[in-house]
């Protein structure tokens, strides 16, 4: 008898269709396999990979144990074309139990700030925009919010301006993705927020 002949069938496009609203884009067909074989192993890579990217191409040591400060790594992103990454030092914490890191980025100065398990959060952290959710509007860089244009339940049409970000000292506009209705205005002008910070809402 053929392996597996007692399970029950699959319907592969509904499966596909339900991973897809889980991880909020269309999934390739190796996926949907290994998310029928190992569900929630694979919902955690995709998550994974949703908010830290491809980390295949990091050095193994790099990887597990970190960089010593003033030491640098090339990162290969495809034959051909690296970037060399420099630790500089991590900042002070801040109240919501981040630190500041600071590095080099193929000679060019960058930072960012990463949550420190160590620490004690005595601020809470600011909500992350869930990508599954399309009308849930996330920052696309860390920056400050210059200005919003909407307000408070009003409507918009996909495209309408939502907000500007300035970020070392260029300005980024966010759209509207959907259309709908503004249910929450989580910013102001002035504030600082980090990639991926929740900023609006809207159903």
Do not use: C
Not at 46 to 56: E, F, H, I, K, L
Not at 145 to 157: D, F, G, I, M, R
Not at 175 to 201: I, S
Request: hydrophobic share 40%; aromatic share 6%; proline share 8%.
């Amino acid at each position: 008898m053929r392996q597996g002949a007692h399970l029950p069938p699959v319907d592969l496009e509904e499966t596909a269709a339900a991973v897809e609203k889980k991880i909020g884009r269309k999934p390739r067909h190796d996926e949907v396999l290994s998310y029928l074989m190992y569900p929630d192993v694979f919902l955690k890579f995709a998550r994974a990979r949703q908010n830290w990217g491809d980390v295949d191409v990091l050095p193994t040591a790099q990887f597990y144990y970190g960089m010593p400060r003033g030491s640098d790594m090339a990162v290969e992103l495809e034959p051909g074309k690296a970037l060399v990454v420099k630790f500089l030092t991590v900042g002070e914490p801040h109240p919501d139990g981040t630190r500041t890191v600071f590095f080099e980025l193929n000679g060019q100065p960058r930072e960012v700030s990463v949550r420190d398990r160590s620490l004690e959060v005595t601020e809470k952290a600011k909500p992350k925009a869930d990508p599954a959710k399309a009308g849930q509007i996330g920052a696309p860089i860390p920056g400050v919010v210059s200005t919003v244009a909407v307000e408070l339940n009003q409507k918009l049409k996909k495209g309408d301006r939502l907000l500007v970000l300035e970020a070392m000292k260029m300005q980024s506009t966010v759209y509207a993705p959907v259309d709908g209705t503004v249910t929450q205005v989580l910013v102001a002008p002035g504030q600082q927020v980090e990639a991926k910070d929740l900023l609006l809402v809207v159903e």
